[in-house]
């Protein structure tokens, strides 16, 4: 009997699977000038080419700054200090379409690309302004 119950044990941590992440959600803009990936606890949006010009690089920032954003559910958005970058998607989120990940949803226009969270801070990308809330 113990053998029988050891062996359902066995059987039992095997077939029941770990906790997987939540699946990132990986898109561009049509212009293929931002690239956002994120899931259900982030959203990282990078911007190639802007004329906005970022504040001070942070001291303790040593890699690329200023083009990079990070959104969390329940706070403000802010620029990240990064050493790799979420450009590279094959999926295009065409102008005028949205596409909700998790709390954050996110709607590309061709002035640029706005990315909110259910407790509305976010932030607007795009080649002429760039605005964090």
Avoid: Q
């Avoid at 095997?14 to 212009?31: K, N, R």
């Amino acid at each position: 009997m113990i053998r029988v119950a050891a062996l359902l044990a066995l059987v039992t941590a095997i077939a029941v699977p770990e906790a997987t992440p939540a699946a990132l959600v990986h898109f561009t803009t049509p212009s293929r000038n931002i690239g956002c990936i994120g899931n259900t606890t982030r959203l990282r949006c990078d911007i190639v080419r802007t004329s906005v010009k970022p504040p001070p690089k942070p001291l303790t920032c040593d890699f690329d700054w200023g083009n990079a954003f990070e959104l969390l559910p329940r706070f403000a958005a802010h620029r990240l200090c990064v050493s790799d970058s979420a450009m590279g998607a094959r999926r295009v989120l065409g102008y005028g379409k949205s596409i909700r990940i998790g709390p954050f949803l996110c709607t590309s226009r061709r002035s640029g690309l706005t990315c909110t969270s259910r407790t509305r801070h976010g932030f607007f990308l795009s080649r002429a302004r760039i605005n964090l809330s």
